[in-house]
């Protein structure tokens, strides 16, 4: 039985917590944890890497800072939406989520991103579950295990670095989540979404892409180091003071006299001294290392670790266009990536929930009842090219309309929607007029009679003035 519509006015946010989730947690799970930090045993365990170091390089490493931000803006540089067969599902789906919110004080744009920022980084993502039947429209449900469910009121993301997982030591089952910087609050497995990507077998998270890399940004940072002393170095012009000559050579108290009156000497001062001292300056004589080759190394590293080139971060680059744009070709690969894993997740993990509310199974959900986010092709030449093969496909009677219309992003059409298409407006009206079926006229007869009034003397080319009585 379906839920009565609610609107967000008649939510009470006071069984959400805005700004952080309120797991549910017992006393004796909190007494379990702190026996197994002292006896050990299974516990919870964090991540393979070191994801505070990821969030330390993303804070203060300006290549990766920006690769991320790029990776980002490709993935949400045009407009998403719901789409799906059933026109009910999909309002349902879209006034949920308005729902969400609204309770959840995160509007679902910032969500979404949130979650792909999330991924990006750290090929991980972990999302907290908040449920409570008075914040929500949802219908209470039963999951697989006989369960029953509240329904969803909010998402919440949750920091990935802080995050740490506990599993069963003998059958590896996850048994709950928790964050470090609050031992004391868990959640159960079934109030978290976790993905990752790039996880090998055996780990509970995925590598971040940043990981391989980082060695090579520390070295760079060495290497620029080093030739930020060079030029330090070389800038200051290296002067000789001989004090004497062959014959009469300085004395030690000379040399140590002069030596304190340089040394103390202002920056932009000067000295004077006696024919006995001479001034020169080697710095001409000194060869310099170019240090540019080895900066271009480290750097080519690291872009080429994180999947990118100077092409695609919009720097100028000796390649031709063809070659830049089988690079930037490759950059928009990566991304799509990270775009249909956003999408699986929404898709999975959220719109199938909020669907198996409304008494849809998730586990019997087909293509006319499931509702998926639509979100634009990275590569706009790609989309073009696979529009076009789409509509070829429907053209030879492989696939029906309305898969068509949902491949390439469009709901499927209403009768009235049919009536204007280009074919019903245009080129059905062309061909009866050819025929001679209809007049090659455009407008209704009605409007037609005013402007060129007709009887049964002919037709007028324009309306007659009113006459005087």
């Known amino acids: 039985m379906s839920a009565m519509i609610a609107t967000p006015s008649d939510f009470k946010t006071n069984d959400v917590v805005r700004r952080r989730p309120v797991p549910v947690i017992s006393i004796i799970s909190g007494i379990k944890n702190i026996i197994s930090q002292l006896f050990g045993g299974s516990g919870f365990r964090g991540s393979e890497y070191n994801l505070v170091k990821v969030r330390e390089v993303l804070n203060s490493e300006s290549i990766f800072r920006r690769i991320v931000d790029k ?17 009910s599902n999909v309002e349902y789906i879209k006034r949920r989520f308005r729902e969400i919110a609204e309770v959840s004080g995160i509007p679902t744009q910032e969500l979404f991103e949130r979650i792909s920022r999330q991924l990006i980084t750290y090929s991980n993502v972990f999302i907290v579950k908040v449920r409570g039947r008075a914040s929500s429209s949802g219908s209470t449900r039963t999951d697989l295990s006989g369960k029953i469910l509240q329904p969803l009121a909010a998402w919440f993301p949750q920091p990935v670095e802080h995050m740490e997982i506990a599993r069963d030591p003998i059958t590896k089952k996850i048994e709950g989540y928790r964050l470090t910087s609050d031992p004391m609050v868990e959640w ?29 940004i520390a070295c760079l940072r060495q290497v620029e180091n080093s030739a930020n002393i060079l030029v330090f170095q070389h800038s200051i012009p290296l002067m000789h003071f001989a004090i004497g000559t062959d014959d009469d050579p300085g004395s030690a108290d000379e040399i140590t006299d002069l030596n304190t009156k340089v040394s103390e000497m202002p920056t932009y001062g000067h000295i004077v001294t006696t024919n006995r001292i001479q001034i020169s300056i080697v710095e001409a004589k000194r060869q310099v290392m170019d240090m540019t080759p080895i900066l271009s190394y480290w750097k080519t590293r690291i872009l080429s670790g994180l999947g990118v080139s100077a092409v695609g971060l919009g720097e100028a680059s000796t390649s031709n266009r063809g070659t830049a744009t089988t690079v930037v070709s490759e950059f928009q690969n990566t991304a799509s990536a990270f775009q249909r894993t956003v999408a699986h997740i929404i898709d999975e993990y959220m719109i199938k929930e909020l669907l198996a509310e409304r008494e849809i199974s998730p586990v019997r959900i087909d293509d006319r009842k499931m ?20 509509v070829y496909l429907w053209e030879h009677n492989a696939k029906t309309w ?3 219309r949902l491949s390439i992003g469009l709901e499927p059409l209403t009768d009235d929607e049919r009536e204007d298409m280009y074919l019903s407006r245009i080129m059905i009206p062309k061909a009866l007029a050819a025929k001679g079926v209809v007049e090659d006229v455009a407008g209704t007869p009605q409007t037609n009679n005013l402007l060129q009034p007709a009887n049964q003397y002919g037709k007028k080319t324009s309306p007659g003035r009113p006459k005087n009585d």
């Open 71 to 87: 990776y980002h803006e490709q993935l949400w540089k045009g407009p998403w939406k719901f789409i799906g067969r059933n026109s």
């Open 188 to 216: 159960k497995p079934t109030e978290v979404i976790h993905v990752a990507i790039h996880r090998q077998e055996g780990y509970s998270f995925g590598c971040p892409m940043v990981i391989p890399v980082i060695p090579d």
């Open 371 to 390: 509702v998926r986010i639509y979100m634009p092709e990275v590569d706009l030449d790609n989309k073009i090219k696979a529009n076009t093969h789409e």
């Open 402 to 404: 309305e898969e068509t």
